[in-house]
């Protein structure tokens, strides 16, 4: 195994949809991977299909201390830490602004955003002291383009888009990369979530549109990653080739959310 392959990458939110399958992408290429995320059930598949390739940990990243305490405990195998995907992310609701929950609102800023930040900052330092590495945060083409019900789940995803760019500028004199990954639509657990459970909502997203799946998202995740150490990705956006890039729908009330037509076309 080469040095490079004895390094571990951190993938947050890596027990479905991007984050698993970008935790299953580096652990094909042999990488070890600390898979984070709030479901054992799920991480527990990748640990009995991967072995000792990974490592897993439920950690809720909107916790600084428990980020801090999950990487203080780290297996010595997993401790040389080369690169962070912050994937964790979720949105709640799909109505306009004037329907929606503070409280969904909150959750949505407090995982998207803050919880970023804090596996970003505590990351960072070990990065720093190796000069080496690569933050890879996982944002969304919704920071580009607004859609009716967009609002703080676009918002947020606009902050990762240019913090990304930020700290790429901050480091610059240094050799860690930071690159932001824009995906379009795709077809996860993330609409179920956002619809709170309700799967006849959560499916109609996809009736009769083209979407990327979890496999694309992480094979461009693995391609940045993969690229030479002198090569750095801004930012990369991408869509599936049916997607247009008008992200508007016919708003439809049902139960108090904007249910989607059929058209609607989001990330």
């Avoid at 930040?117 to 944002?139: P, Q, R």
């Avoid at 990327?212 to 869509?239: M, Q, R």
Wanted: aromatic share 8%.
């Amino acid at each position: 195994m080469s040095d490079l392959g004895r390094k571990s990458i951190i993938v947050t939110g890596a027990s479905s949809g991007f984050g698993y399958q970008i935790a299953r992408r580096f652990l094909s290429e042999g990488k070890r991977v600390i898979a984070v995320a709030r479901r054992e059930e799920r991480l527990k598949e990748l640990a009995n299909e991967f072995g000792d390739l990974v490592h897993i940990d439920v950690v809720d990243i909107r916790d600084m201390s428990a980020i801090e305490r999950h990487l203080d405990d780290l297996p010595e195998d997993f401790k040389d830490i080369h690169c962070l995907v912050n994937n964790a992310g979720l949105s709640l609701g799909f109505g306009p602004a004037q329907l929606n929950s503070i409280d969904d609102w909150k959750t949505i800023v407090d995982t998207n955003i803050n919880g970023l930040l804090y596996y970003t900052h505590c990351v960072l330092k070990l990065l720093s002291e190796k000069n080496s590495g690569h933050i890879i945060n996982i944002g969304s083409i919704a920071a580009y383009y607004p859609y009716i019900g967009g609002n703080v789940y676009a918002a947020s995803k606009a902050f990762v888009n240019s913090f990304s760019l930020n700290l790429k500028s901050d480091l610059s004199n240094t050799k860690i990369r930071v690159s932001c990954i824009a995906p379009g639509m795709s077809k996860t657990e993330f609409a179920l979530v956002r619809f709170k459970g309700d799967e006849v909502l959560a499916n109609g997203l996809y009736e009769e549109c083209d979407y990327l799946l979890a496999e694309d998202v992480a094979e461009s995740v693995y391609w940045v990653y993969s690229l030479p150490p002198s090569v750095n990705v801004n930012v990369l956006e991408l869509i599936s080739t049916g997607q247009s890039f008008s992200l508007g729908f016919n708003e439809k009330k049902k139960s108090g959310v904007a249910a989607p037509e059929s058209e609607i076309s989001i990330a």
